[in-house]
T-cell receptor, first 110, second 115 residues
């Protein structure tokens, strides 16, 4: 069956460190993969999109990698700040709609 | 003003009642979606619509119906609400993408409680 798995439900790190979140999928062949941020009580907000022919994408302190052989995407936040604390969701195209992972909640302590 | 507006923000209803959640958007997007979010289960797709004449079921459409009244409006109905439909509901929009990658824009959500 098709699955999207994010490595852990929660990740706790100290301010200034790099946070690394993992998204694995099985039985999909997505043309692209996306990452969203969700704050409590709010809707998800789009962060980055990476295509199957791209190995890496960067935006400010964010970096996403996409390995179609491993069927895995890594999401990095460098020099993390308490304001980065949120739930991060990966999503990929399955047929004509976008399917989401369950998310990883990141907590950055000062 | 928000680009994707959901009403109401919160709703408490009783088992067996009919309820409608509404979504309107000012982004001019053709595509609209309804998701529900439950703790531990993440976001799951209920229905989606690629234009006014197009309605498609998602992975969990049973017990729900939708209406696309206009390009800007997409409503979700629970004909006879049951307690396990208690969840946070999100409406989302996207433009056609056409291979450029569809980015979703979400509303602020409706917290529905069925007693």
């Amino acid at each position: 069956s098709q699955k999207i798995e994010q490595n852990s439900e929660a990740l706790n790190i100290q301010e200034g460190k790099t946070a690394t979140l993992t998204c694995n999928y099985t039985n999909y062949s997505p043309a692209y993969l996306q990452w969203y941020r969700q704050d409590p009580g709010r809707g998800p907000v789009f962060l980055l999109l990476i295509r199957e022919n791209e190995k890496e994408k960067r935006k400010e302190r964010l970096k996403v990698t996409f390995d179609t052989t491993l069927k895995q995407s890594l999401f990095h936040i460098t020099a993390s700040q308490p304001a980065d604390s949120a739930t991060y969701l990966c999503a990929l195209q399955a047929g004509t709609a976008l399917i989401f992972g369950k998310g990883t909640t990141l907590s950055v302590s000062s | 003003d928000a680009d994707v507006t959901q009403t109401p923000r919160n709703r408490i209803t009783k088992t067996g009642k009919r309820i409608m959640l509404e979504c309107s958007q000012t982004k001019g997007h053709d595509r609209m979606y309804w998701y529900r979010q439950d703790p531990g289960l993440g976001l799951r797709l209920i229905y989606y619509s690629f234009d006014v004449k197009d309605i498609n079921k998602g992975e969990i459409s049973d017990g729900y119906s939708v209406s696309r009244q206009a390009q800007a409006k997409f409503s979700l109905s629970l004909e006879s609400a049951i307690p396990n439909q208690t969840a946070l509901y999100f409406c989302a929009t996207s433009d056609s993408g056409q291979g450029s990658g569809e980015k979703l824009f979400f509303g602020s959500g409706t917290q529905l409680s069925v007693l």
